[in-house]
């Protein structure tokens, strides 16, 4: 079956441009994650999207970041105004509800010039 | 002090040996544990999922809880070249939805 799908595959862009970053999640996955990796570094948790209750925006690093999700299906990851520092990776991670494991795209490897 | 804390190696190994890859943690609140592999540009892959103390077995794999200790390991038995990756933790309390992740392991296996 599908798994978590993320698009596009790597994104290089200018400092001070706008990025838009796609999930799609497993069919019927309740909850859906977004988390950012540096290189050589953990998992860094940005937001969590659980059905149509109010996102966990606690980790987003600050107001140029921002996500949306309609209802159960894809999510869309928005860096405004990007910086060198955003370069990393960015994973979405999926699961059936809070409480089950997560399972996760390939990511999005962005690149900031 | 962290959450999680999981000792980053780098972690290299003879083919055939037997791997401890281990975290702790601080919260006590933590009720569902797993292991993810992540291979060299790619998404994490869950490997064992655990709730509460004790063990499991999967194949070469075995996951093991100790919550009085607030420790967790991942034993690897017959390591092969392909379980050459990184490994990560990961943890869930009882409460709320937040998965806390270790920093990850990275092993290599060497034939």
């Known amino acids: 079956g599908a798994g978590v799908s993320q698009s596009p595959s790597n994104k290089v862009t200018e400092k001070g441009k706008d990025v838009e970053l796609r999930c799609d999640p497993i069919?019927?996955?309740?909850?859906l994650y977004w988390y950012r990796q540096r290189l050589g570094q953990g998992l860094e948790f940005l937001i969590y999207f659980q059905g149509n209750s109010a996102p966990d925006k606690s980790g987003l690093p600050s107001d140029r970041f921002s996500a949306e999700r309609t209802g159960e299906s894809v999510s869309t990851l928005t860096i405004q105004r990007t910086q060198q520092e955003d370069s990393a990776v960015y994973l979405c991670?999926?699961?059936?509800?809070?409480?089950?494991?997560?399972?996760f795209g390939d990511g999005t490897r962005l690149s900031i010039l | 002090q962290k959450e999680v804390e999981q000792d980053p190696g780098p972690l290299s190994v003879p083919e055939g040996a037997i791997v401890s890859l281990n975290c702790t943690y601080s919260?006590?609140?933590?009720?569902?544990f797993m292991w993810y592999r992540q291979y060299s540009r790619k998404g994490p892959e869950l490997l064992m999922y655990t709730y509460s103390s004790g063990n499991k077995e999967d194949g070469r794999f075995t996951a093991q809880v100790d919550k009085s200790s607030k420790y967790i390991s991942l034993f690897i038995r017959d390591s092969q070249p392909s379980d050459s990756a990184t490994y990560l933790c990961?943890?869930?309390?009882?409460?709320?939805?937040?998965?806390?992740f270790g920093t990850g392991t990275s092993l290599t296996v060497i034939p």
């Open positions: 990961a943890m869930i309390p009882n409460t709320g939805n937040q998965f806390y």
């Open positions: 069919s019927g996955h309740t909850a």
């Open positions: 919260n006590s609140a933590f009720q569902y």
């Open positions: 991670a999926s699961s059936a509800t809070g409480k089950q494991p997560q399972h």
